[in-house]
């Protein structure tokens, strides 16, 4: 089924100027992916601002903490118990009702008194962040099926950036305007977004009836029935375990010797991502044009030459394993990237009818895969050093790569 046939559109004159060589009109791109760039960014406002904002309102270092803990793992319940609703009701709506409970939530997070509002804003925030993850299968419901990679790399362009970019524009903020004023200008980003959303998005027709239970019961049935699902959801979970072990324990590494660096020094690193954020729209053209196939094994191949690479690092004197450390940061992270914008083309051509169902699978393997990394990274640091935490890595993603290469029963990818 066409994804014009998937869709009643509110917006004619949207749908109408959708061309072959865009695959959607630039307006409608624009939105989507500044949608799931803003709408995820809301995540990680609070995390440059913690010890501020932990002073101000008289809470403990351990208690603050739990802020951004509170927020992701609203994420993650979001995610897991209100994605797959995108199958069963309109999405634009859906998407109009997350941004206005979003914008409610940053505003509540601004104006709290104490540290016990506050982390209830926070658990709000990561649950209705997650209109991000209504986008971007709304996003490959619209294009065309030839176009569907590119359109999903675009997307997730504006999300990565989102992510990226959120940590530097909070603690510029935060700096002349204070932590509060953060917070009601993301509250004003959302608010934008969403007025912007009930005026450009068209409406999107339920593709299945199911009740609220059945539809979660589903997701296993889901799992069992598709062989190509369980692959992506595996591949990317246990790159994700790689990724958020490097992340979780850079900035420990790099505060010990021989580096002795701050925190602003493992920030910087984080400027890698632009890399993986670039090279999403590439890897979706490429999967479009050779196959999403082909992108994972590049993808999942240049992620483990990576993690491999830094096993070099103590034959290095101090600033050689720095350079190291950056080019391999590039190297994973458009890997990860890229192989994340292969496994969505994949995952969204599976079942067109369940899209965010499909992709709430994949993005719950994603995040055991992150939890799971952060907790053995910690873990191997401690034990072995920074070769543990390489080993780990780079150990996963040839796991990942066997994965991929291992020939499928049912043909499908």
Aim: aromatic share 6%; glycine share 12%; hydrophobic share 55%.
């Amino acid at each position: 089924m066409s994804s014009i046939q998937n869709v009643h559109t509110a917006a004619p004159t949207a749908m109408a100027a959708k061309t072959a060589g865009d695959g959607l009109p630039r307006s409608l791109m624009l939105l989507l992916a500044s949608g799931a760039g803003f709408a995820v960014a809301s995540l990680y406002y609070s995390q440059p601002m913690l010890g501020v904002l932990g002073a101000d309102i008289g809470a403990s270092d351990r208690t603050i903490g739990m802020v951004p803990m509170a927020t992701q793992l609203g994420y993650a319940l979001g995610i897991l118990l209100l994605a797959p609703l995108g199958d069963r009701y309109d999405r634009r709506r859906i998407i109009l009702i997350k941004a206005a409970v979003l914008t409610a939530a940053l505003l509540l997070a601004g104006a709290a008194p104490g540290i016990g509002l506050l982390l209830v804003a926070s658990l709000v925030i990561g649950l209705s962040a997650t209109m991000a993850q209504d986008i971007v299968p709304a996003a490959a419901t619209l294009a065309s099926e030839q176009h569907r990679g590119k359109v999903v790399g675009t997307v997730m362009t504006g999300l990565l950036m989102g992510i990226l970019l959120s940590r530097v524009v909070s603690g510029v903020v935060a700096e002349y305007f204070g932590w509060r004023g953060m917070f009601i200008g993301a509250a004003v980003s959302i608010a934008a977004i969403g007025v912007a959303s009930w005026r450009g998005l068209p409406r999107f027709k339920a593709t299945t009836h199911l009740s609220y239970a059945s539809l979660l019961g589903s997701l296993g049935k889901l799992v069992k029935r598709h062989p190509a699902l369980r692959r992506a959801a595996l591949a990317q979970g246990l790159l994700s375990v790689g990724f958020s072990a490097f992340w979780s324990t850079l900035a420990v590494m790099l505060h010990a010797a021989p580096f002795h660096l701050g925190s602003a020094a493992a920030g910087a690193f984080g400027l890698a991502g632009a890399a993986g954020a670039l090279a999403a729209p590439l890897a979706g053209r490429i999967a479009d044009r050779k196959g999403p196939e082909l992108v994972t094994r590049l993808g999942i191949g240049l992620t483990t030459l990576s993690f491999a690479a830094m096993a070099l690092s103590p034959a290095l004197s101090s600033h050689a394993q720095l350079v190291l450390l950056a080019l391999a940061a590039i190297g994973f992270d458009l890997g990860v990237q890229a192989t994340l914008v292969a496994h969505q083309t994949i995952v969204f051509g599976i079942e067109p009818g369940a899209r965010s169902r499909l992709n709430a699978v994949l993005f719950v393997g994603m995040f055991i895969g992150m939890a799971a990394g952060a907790a053995l990274g910690s873990l191997l640091l401690a034990q072995w050093g920074w070769i543990g935490v390489v080993s780990l890595a780079a150990t996963v993603s040839v796991a990942a790569l066997v994965v991929r290469m291992w020939p499928a029963k049912d043909g499908r990818q």
